[in-house]
């Protein structure tokens, strides 16, 4: 099987850590509750054994998925330049409104989950804004049509909450 490579932030790469490393500090009790589970007796009609079981490969599948991430995520280099790319805090205003106006950090794919205030390089205002700089302004292409966004703020982006 052939994996390509994404960018990643550099604070997504470091939550992804931490995030298997909570997975491990979870594991030891789920896998003692499995067994003592399991010590009760017939684990076809043990609702304990089931759910507990299920939780533990959940748990598991969730590591392997997060050591992937980790493994094919290439983090990028996030320079102070004021330019919308991975890593940055951007500021857009959706109409002439002064009041229409959101901040997103700007990250990859896998990061989509970490925060609300996540927006991906591939979502369709994501790859609007991507390589702009603050006073353009872009046409986004959504599936419910085209509108435009203008860059109020680029800066870099702090740690994810």
């Not at 052939?2 to 932030?9: C, H, K, P, S």
């Not at 590591?63 to 320079?79: F, I, S």
């Not at 990061?111 to 804004?129: F, K, Q």
Request: charged share 30%; with cysteine; hydrophobic share 40%.
């Amino acid at each position: 099987m052939n994996m390509e490579y994404f960018d990643i932030t550099p604070q997504g790469m470091v939550w992804l850590k931490a995030e298997i490393e909570r997975c491990k500090a979870k594991r030891p009790a789920l896998i003692k509750r499995v067994a003592a589970a399991a010590a009760l007796g017939d684990r076809s009609e043990n609702a304990e054994y089931t759910e507990s079981k299920r939780e533990l490969r959940h748990l598991e599948s969730r590591m392997r998925y997060l050591d992937k991430e980790t493994r094919y995520g290439e983090q990028v280099t996030v320079a102070d330049d004021g330019v919308a790319t991975l890593g940055k805090t951007v500021t857009v205003r959706f109409s002439d409104e002064a009041d229409d106006v959101d901040t997103y950090n700007l990250v990859g794919p896998a990061e989509a989950e970490i925060s609300e205030a996540n927006l991906t390089s591939v979502s369709p205002l994501g790859a609007a804004i991507m390589g702009h700089k603050v006073g353009d302004t872009c046409a986004v292409a959504a599936p419910a049509g085209t509108y435009s966004v203008t860059i109020e703020q680029v800066q870099l982006m702090g740690d994810f909450e």
